[in-house]
Structure formats: structure tokens, C-alpha cells
């Protein structure tokens, strides 16, 4: 018999700040999060966990990582996440887990595993996965060989056709993808830090980014821009036989005011 889905919500990009009414590119990121939020009440799916692809905060102090803690617990799950560039690891750990945000970066569940991976770089925009990370890729992938396994971290491990963001890609790609391509199993790599939908099979692996929940990078352009497209999340179904379904839905109107002229952030 076949088992019901695994449903998982992915989130990524929530940039909130510790005050709740400020404004990052003339959006009110708190304001953007709860739009979304309602959204996905309104659908009434139930999801089995979220997880956060990555900046989390935009001014990284513990009142942002607490009310983003706080907002999600609405939905009564727990939520996993990774470290962004606009992330600091440490305050994190500091504040989760914190209500039903937890520090786990490994889960198994219905056949599947998925390896949860900082690509977070001190200092940097740009990510790459430290030695440690790579090897403890490694080791969830041998270890669980009968496992469908995904991975989620914050830089994009593929191009997205954005010369600007393509530069603060994941710069070891080539290492990530050398390991992932040894083992079967392996089925998808999700991500952030594109604030934009981007999907595409590389090396016959399906790549799936998350939209941000506040402003959206222009797509395929080669210097820096936003896109007047309103903000949303994914959703992901896992199956038994490996099989995944995943799709993107957003809110009807943009959050805040569309800032067309911005020349970064
Ligand atoms: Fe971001």
C-alpha cells in the first residue's frame, strides 16, 4: 500500500528585523511573513514540518530569530532550518530551539532523509560548504544507502542565470555535486538566496529554490533588481518510491511598495 505523502513547507528568506515595522527595499518584511502565513492557513494543508532555507533575519539579533520562532508555531510543527548570509550562527544557537524552531539538522522519516547543510561563510554573501559539512554529507549518504536523501542549504549549488547572484552563488559547487553524484539515492537539492522560483535538473538531479517571503530578485538579469512579483513558498510532497511533487504558491498583491530603482541591499 502506498503511504500518504510526506508534506513538508518551505520557507526561506524571511529577513525580518527585531523591529517589527522596518523596511528592507520598501517592504516590511514582518508584514510580508504574515501575509504568507494567512495564505497558507487560508489553503488549509497540513504540512508534516517547515523548513527555512536561510536568512532568517536581516539585522540578525535574537528578537528577530524569537518572533519568527513564535510565528511559525501557528501551524504546530517543527521547523527546521539553515543558515543564510544575513544569518549569524551563533545567536542562533543561542536562541533555538525556541519554541517549535529546533537546531536539528538531520531528520529521517517515511523512507527519506534529509541533510540539512550551512553554507554560511562569516562575513561573506557568497556560501560554500566547510570541509566538516561535506563530510557529514557524506557520511548521512552512506549510512543510510535504502534512504531517498535531499539536501537543504542557502546558496545555490546551480546558476540561475543572474550574473550578479550567480557570483554569490555556492562556490564549491563542484564538490557538493562530485559527492551527491556517487550515491543513487540521492533524489533533490533545495535552497534559497535567490528570492526567486528557479527549478532545473542538473546532472539528472532536480534543483528546487523557495521564493522569498518578502521581495523577489529580478530573474535572468545580469546586474541587481527586484521584480514586482508578490512573495509565497513552496510546498514539497515526498513519496515512497522516491517520487517528489513540489510547487510554489504566492499571495495575490506584492507587500509593501515595489521599489524599482533598487541598486542592491
Ligand atoms: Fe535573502
Known sequence: MTRAP????????????????KVLLKVPTQKSLEAVIELIKQKQEK???????????????PPSYTRLAEMLAVFKVPTYYVPGNHDDTKVMMDVFPCHLVS???HI???????????????????GSLASRE?????????????HHALTVFHHQPVPVGS???????????????????????????????????????????????APSTCFQFARKKYDFGIEHIPPGYRWIHLYDDGRIETGIVRTKDYIGE????AQGY
Not at 49 to 54: D, E, N, Q, R, V
Open 47 to 61: 504540512f508534516d514540518f517547515i523548513i527555512h532555507s536561510g536568512d532568517l533575519s536581516q539585522d540578525y539579533l
Open 108 to 126: 529521517i522519516i517515511n523512507g527519506w532523509q534529509l541533510i540539512l547543510l550551512d553554507s554560511h561563510i562569516p562575513s561573506a554573501v557568497e
Open 134 to 146: 561535506l563530510t557529514q554529507l557524506r557520511h548521512c549518504l552512506e549510512s543510510h544507502p535504502d
Open 163 to 209: 550574473h550578479w547572484l550567480d557570483n554569490l552563488g555556492l562556490k564549491n559547487a563542484d564538490e557538493f555535486w562530485k559527492i551527491v553524484s556517487q550515491f543513487p539515492q540521492f533524489k533533490a537539492a533545495f535552497f534559497g538566496h535567490v528570492h526567486q522560483e528557479f527549478e532545473q535538473v542538473v546532472n539528472g538531479i532536480p534543483c528546487y529554490s
Open 6 to 21: 510526506t508534506k513538508i513547507l518551505h520557507i526561506s528568506d524571511t529577513h525580518l528585523f527585531s523591529d517589527k515595522n
Open 258 to 261: 515595489f521599489d524599482g530603482g
Open 103 to 105: 537546531n536539528t539538522k
